[in-house]
């Protein structure tokens, strides 16, 4: 890069926005652990907290392996084969990625609370998603499935189509070849997929705190400390928050590097 220097001068005008990011989290993480230490570590031995944020972790995980499961082969059709309606399919996939999330809570709400259309009968067979933890794991499955199966039907893409044919020929069925040969060669896209949909999930509020406010996730107690006890009570939750989901997002950025 020292030789070419329109890089060079790119490389500087995107540090502006890493620069703006780092500089947004040091400033809150310094507020926190060099001149709030002793709030920091009062939330460490708050129950709420502690709960809050593994609430959120689970339900995030819930959401993404459901995104996951249903996702796999809608992406793989898409990569695969052209037919009429594929496009408004695709503009459906996109729908929550560019919808106000509180938009998306209250048509959630409207579908799935206990006199919605489908609320009820999911309420007779003990499946309430008002104000429950299956509500919240609704409201990030809608706003994180579109990162997943963007991101492997991508992969499903990338792997060429005659492979699986070689596999068909050799005898294998068409499930066989899918699983032993396209599945294999899809699986980084599918892993970055899985960790940007669980990463979004996370991030969630506005859909959430709309159908489900209670039990809180982290951004939803960080709110109503923020409301009740201003920044001295919230800034370390969020901090938490923060370390959690760097640690947790680190961990699977490592292990979708591993030479599958």
């Not at 409201?139 to 579109?146: G, I, K, Q, R, T």
């Not at 039907?153 to 005898?171: H, I, M, Q, Y």
């Amino acid at each position: 890069m020292r030789k070419n220097p329109l890089s060079c001068i790119f490389f500087l005008i995107g540090l502006v926005i890493i620069l703006f990011v780092v500089a947004t989290l040091f400033n809150l993480i310094f507020k926190t652990l060099f001149l709030n230490m002793e709030g920091f570590r009062d939330i460490l031995n708050d129950p709420a907290v502690i709960s809050s944020i593994w609430l959120t972790m689970y339900t995030s995980f819930l959401a993404t392996l459901i995104a996951m499961v249903l996702g796999i082969p809608l992406a793989y059709v898409l990569a695969r084969h052209d037919f009429f309606g594929k496009q408004i399919i695709e503009s459906f996939i996109d729908i929550p990625v560019i919808i106000p999330h509180t938009v998306a809570g209250i048509a959630l709400f409207s579908l799935l609370m206990k006199r919605g259309a489908i609320g009820g009968f999911f309420e007779s067979i003990g499946i309430v998603f008002q104000d429950s933890m299956w509500g919240i794991v609704a409201a990030m499955l809608f706003v994180s499935y579109p990162f997943f199966v963007n991101a492997a039907k991508d992969g499903f893409a990338s792997v060429n189509p005659n492979l699986e044919k070689v596999a068909r020929t050799l005898g294998a069925s068409q499930s066989h070849a899918f699983f032993h040969v396209t599945l294999p060669l899809s699986v980084r896209h599918i892993v970055s997929g899985a960790i940007m949909s669980w990463a979004r999930g996370v991030s969630e509020f506005g859909a959430v705190v709309v159908i489900a406010y209670y039990p809180m996730i982290a951004s939803t107690l960080i709110l109503y400390r923020f409301n009740t006890g201003g920044l001295a009570e919230s800034q370390p939750i969020a901090v938490l928050l923060i370390i959690m989901c760097f640690i947790t997002f680190l961990a699977f950025r490592l292990a979708s590097k591993k030479k599958w």
